[in-house]
């Protein structure tokens, strides 16, 4: 049986997980129709897999899986806001480092988990 201390700590990384592809998924929906049309798969993706997340079978799996879609939604946002004209470098370049905090937070739950559960 799994002790209490490593069921909440799973919780907590799944919370955070889905803490931050709900703040990426606002990030796209602020973004222009156009840009948002564009990445819409990747932001559609992301919540796909945070909403699933609390039901799966395979929650390590359904966290790794939404680790890869925020990534990728991440990257994605960035290269819309380099690609933006409007935008000036040190826009992106914020945006760039407030994604990576974001992120770093998943990496960190991840790595809380795992040595739990050790």
């Known amino acids: 049986m799994a002790s209490t201390k490593l069921v909440i700590g799973g919780a907590a ?13 606002g990030r796209w929906r602020l973004l222009p129709e156009g840009d948002r049309e ?11 897999k945070a909403l699933s997340l609390r039901g799966s079978s395979d929650p390590v799996r ?7 879609s925020s990534e990728t939604l991440a990257a994605a946002l960035v290269e819309t806001a380099e690609s933006d004209p409007e935008l000036a470098a040190d ?17 960190a739950g ?4 795992r040595r739990r559960a050790a």
Do not use: P
């Open 13 to 25: 990384a799944s919370a955070i997980g889905v803490r931050v592809a709900r703040s990426l998924y």
């Open 38 to 48: 564009r990445i819409a798969a990747f932001a559609e993706d992301t919540k796909e």
């Open 110 to 113: 991840d790595v809380n988990d």
């Open 91 to 107: 826009d992106v370049q914020q945006l760039r480092e407030d994604l990576r905090r974001e992120l770093q937070r998943l990496a």
């Open 62 to 68: 359904a966290e790794e899986d939404l680790r890869a």
